[in-house]
């Protein structure tokens, strides 16, 4: 109830309002203002005192209201659906840089929940650590403990986890819808054939002093079905695409260490790795085919890893992996034969996946000896470079590294010719390759195995090997083998060589008029007997120089009856010696080629070389029908060529 007046109050003011005042004439109009500003009737004396004497009175406090309660927080389903709701798409740049050709492959993207949600999913993994072990290396039964990488981890059963950790997986795979719809990149997206159905998640922590060594997430969708045919295993058709990691960690400086290193420029030898500190609220997305590491952190540190896969290609499952198995014995060649590989390499970041996959898809890696000739940057500090960690500790003893300043460098011939120095008499065949190569599986008997099928005391096997393609590394399907043949001569009267694709594989080696440096295989024997001329920036030149050598010394050359290696033809990515030492000396070593051409000896003359390949010298012309390696038109799947028919053209001044 309000409180009351007093009564003498109440009755001096209804005293007031009900007295009559004696009537006036009306006033002429004002306007508005000075209306508002008349003075308000005043109450009479005695009214004003009734009230005043109320108004001082001290009247019983009224107890005060109590304190607003605290509003209660949102369930946590509603918090959840709240931050997904804020949760913003990667924008352009980020997407570009993760998918596009010329983006470095990473992208970083800070505030992707908000301090305050970060830090209960901080709270709520720091809680989970319990769950957390010994992480290991290595694949399948292949697990093991390793110093390599230090770190506690397992993966989560999201379901089973705190809703704060729920709330973090849950935002990043909303992230990962950036990259399949509604961007500019949605073509290249679509290459990643990411899969909506498929992540695995992992919570890892790091004590003072932890580290994870450089490696990579996840093979090549070529090399881990390799790996899986290698295994006897159902080959893969979901591989790892991108790796986000989301960093739990507050108040994180530089000084803490622990910073992820990617290197995501391997194309270029002097490239510099790219530093990323594991701050709150933190993710990192990056193609999980990159290699990266984890540096040895100073304080405790936590990251979630989300990875996002992607359907593998269904043209990958034509290709026969596994070589034919031998078909009969061996002719009296050892299966155990010790196999020397030689592989000269500038300034190629191919080098390290060539030699990973030449152990990987060996029958028998332990036969396996490599002398890898490295035109490199620098002479220290290149072991990783060259051979990363792709394959183990065990292959890696069996490789000797020769290293050479590129500056120094001096062409193809004389890193081979240093290879071959290196032949013991306890090696038995000689792989030649270049450092840009992919093998079948089984690639170590079934050429041992078709060496020995060549009718021929002494035969080599060469082809010129096809294309693997250059992103994906992925091989191709179609198997069918090559056989080389000349082409023509070129300006400088140099002969020069082609691979043609026969029609279909074959039952038994290909008698090859011709031979080839990026891929040969014989008995040792052969390279201790035929010098490999150590001609510098000799190039064009090269195989017909040792194909005319090795013939007279009285060797036979065969393609194997289907594709044994593969070759990346393209040279974008990597630097070659002709673009850093343009035209140096080129035309002395083709004038030496020539000379030493003329000095060939042997059981057979250089004449029955040139009528072997089709070829005369002199007068530098095809003969008829070379461009077939007594071959009829129809063994090539390109039917008839028209090389010959160019070549006359080119006589008589014509233009095809």
């Not at 078709?450 to 096997?461: F, I, R, T």
């Not at 082609?498 to 279909?504: D, E, V």
């Not at 201790?528 to 510098?536: D, F, I, K, S």
Request: glycine share 6%; net charge neutral.
């Amino acid at each position: 109830m309000a409180p009351q007046l007093p009564a003498s109050a109440l009755a001096a003011i209804s005293g007031y309002i009900d007295r009559e005042e004696p009537a006036e004439p009306p006033a002429p109009a004002r306007p508005a203002a000075a209306a508002a500003a008349a003075a308000p009737p005043q109450l009479p004396a005695s009214a004003l005192a009734a009230i005043s004497g109320y108004i001082d009175r001290e009247e019983p406090a009224a107890p005060p209201l109590p304190p607003p309660a605290p509003a209660a927080p949102p369930p946590a389903r509603d918090r959840e659906e709240q931050t997904l709701r804020e949760i913003e798409p990667l924008d352009a740049s980020a997407v570009f840089a993760l998918l596009h050709p010329d983006g470095p492959g990473y992208a970083v993207v800070d505030g992707v929940l908000g301090q305050e949600t970060a830090r209960r999913a901080a709270r709520a993994a720091a809680a989970a650590r319990t769950q957390l072990k010994r992480a290991r290396v290595g694949r399948g039964d292949a697990r093991r403990l390793s110093d390599e990488r230090t770190d506690e981890a397992a993966f989560l059963d999201e379901r089973s986890q705190h809703p704060d950790l729920q709330v973090l997986c849950h935002a990043l795979r909303k992230l990962r819808s950036s990259l399949c719809v509604g961007g500019a990149w949605d073509d290249k997206a679509a290459e990643l054939r990411l899969d909506a159905t498929t992540t695995s998640t992992q919570l890892a922590c790091y004590q003072p002093g932890g580290r994870y060594r450089r490696h990579a997430d996840a093979l090549s969708d070529d090399d881990a079905r390799q790996r899986d045919a290698l295994r006897g295993k159902p080959l893969l058709t979901r591989n790892r695409r991108i790796t986000a990691v989301y960093y739990l960690n507050e108040n994180w400086n530089r000084e803490d260490g622990g910073a992820l290193r990617i290197y995501a420029d391997t194309w270029t030898p002097d490239a510099q790795p790219f530093d990323v500190l594991p701050r709150l609220d933190r993710l990192v997305l990056f193609r999980s085919t990159l290699q990266h590491e984890v540096l040895v952190t100073r304080r405790e540190r936590l990251a979630l890893t989300q990875w996002w896969y992607g359907r593998i290609d269904d043209d990958n499952e034509r290709v026969p992996w596994r070589l034919p198995a031998p078909g009969r014995a061996l002719s009296g060649l050892s299966t155990e034969g010790r196999i020397f590989v030689s592989v000269a390499a500038y300034r190629d970041p191919e080098t390290e996946r060539t030699l990973q996959h030449l152990f990987a898809t060996a029958k028998n890696p332990k036969r396996v000896r490599v002398v890898v000739v490295q035109q490199y940057d620098c002479l220290e500090g290149s072991d990783d470079d060259l051979v990363g960690r792709l394959y183990n500790h065990e292959a890696e003893a069996r490789v000797t590294r020769i290293r050479v300043d590129f500056r120094d460098a001096n062409g193809p011939c004389p890193a081979r010719a240093c290879a071959l120095r290196r032949l013991t008499d306890e090696d038995d065949f000689v792989l030649q390759i270049d450092s840009h190569t992919r093998f079948r599986s089984h690639w170590d008997a079934y050429l041992i195995d078709q060496l020995a099928k060549c009718d021929s005391k002494e035969p080599v096997l060469t082809a010129y090997p096809a294309d693997y393609d250059k992103d994906s590394a992925a091989l191709p399907s179609d198997v069918r083998p090559t056989l080389l043949v000349p082409s023509g001569f070129d300006k400088d009267g140099v002969l020069r060589i082609k691979g043609r694709r026969l029609a279909r594989v074959h039952e038994e080696p290909i008698p090859s008029p011709l031979w080839c440096a990026g891929f040969s295989f014989c008995r040792a024997k052969v390279w201790r007997r035929v010098t490999y001329e150590p001609l510098p920036h000799l190039f064009f030149g090269e195989e017909l120089l040792h194909a005319a050598r090795l013939f007279c010394s009285g060797c036979d050359f065969f393609a194997p009856p289907e594709q044994v290696i593969f070759h990346r033809w393209s040279r974008s990515g990597r630097r070659t010696l002709a673009e850093d030492q343009p035209r140096r000396n080129a035309a002395a070593a083709r004038g030496r080629a020539f000379e030493l051409l003329e000095t060939i000896e042997g059981p057979r003359s250089l004449a029955a070389f040139e009528a072997r390949a089709g070829v005369d010298l002199k007068k530098r012309v095809l003969l008829p029908g070379a461009d077939r390696g007594g071959l009829s038109p129809e063994a090539f799947a390109d039917g008839a060529s028209s090389s010959a028919g160019a070549q006359v053209a080119a006589l008589l001044g014509l233009k095809l």
